[in-house]
T-cell receptor, first 115, second 115 residues
């Protein structure tokens, strides 16, 4: 079945440091890939997505590129801020019979950014 | 436009009691999903409604869980009787469509603790 593997957290960085959160996946077909973010006390929000190979999703300074050859979708940001402290979830989805999809999530990676 | 709302935000109950969680999706979203995250683990799918019909309930753990969406608007998830392993955060999400690249909009979650 489908699965998503994220790097273990927490990831602790100083403000303005470079961020990488690794995400690899296993899928039976050709999935869409997502990064969701959950800020403290809030629900998950879509951060970015990519629906085909070599697409790059980007938002709020974060980027991730859909790498089919390495089945990866690593999240990067050049300079993190304290306000980026949150839990980040990598997810995939692919069409199932009947046309519905149910996303598969990773375990989440907690990011803590210190001033 | 209001986002997905969930009630209550927190619930602490004793084993054997009943708890009912409520989700109000974004107006006009036919698709409503329930998920659960046990501490530190993946976000797991529970079920999917299209309007008032259950499209997929393959993720429901057992018959102690009952979900309804009367009238195709808000949804409730009842746990009766609650067990210790039911503790976790229950998320609701909604979407307009249901294709692989569709964005799901999540609520803030209900944190359930069963003692």
């Amino acid at each position: 079945g489908d699965s998503v593997t994220q790097m273990e957290g927490p990831v602790t960085l100083s403000e303005e440091a470079f961020l990488t959160i690794n995400c690899t996946y296993t899928a039976t077909g050709y999935p869409s890939l997502f990064w969701y973010v959950q800020y403290p006390g809030e629900g998950l929000q879509l951060l970015l997505k990519a629906t085909k190979a070599d697409d790059k999703g980007s938002n709020k300074g974060f980027e991730a590129t859909y790498r089919k050859e390495t089945t990866s979708f690593h999240l990067e940001k050049g300079s993190v801020q304290v306000s980026d402290s949150a839990v980040y979830f990598c997810a995939l989805s692919e069409g199932l019979s009947g046309g519905s999809y149910i996303p598969t999530f990773g375990r989440g990676t907690s990011l803590i950014v210190h001033p | 436009e209001a986002g997905v709302t969930q009630f209550p935000s927190h619930s602490v109950i004793e084993k054997g009691q009943t708890v009912t969680l409520r989700c109000d999706p974004i107006s006009g979203h036919d698709n409503l999903y329930w998920y659960r995250r046990v501490m530190g683990k993946e976000i797991k799918f529970l079920l999917h409604f299209v309007k008032e019909s259950k499209q997929d309930e393959s993720g429901m753990p057992n018959n102690r869980f009952l979900a309804e969406r009367t009238g195709g608007t808000y949804s409730t998830l009842k746990v009766q009787p609650a067990e210790l392993e039911d503790s976790g955060v229950y998320f609701c999400a909604s979407s307009q469509g249901r294709w692989a690249g569709e964005t799901q909009y999540f609520g803030p979650g209900t944190r359930l603790l069963v003692l």
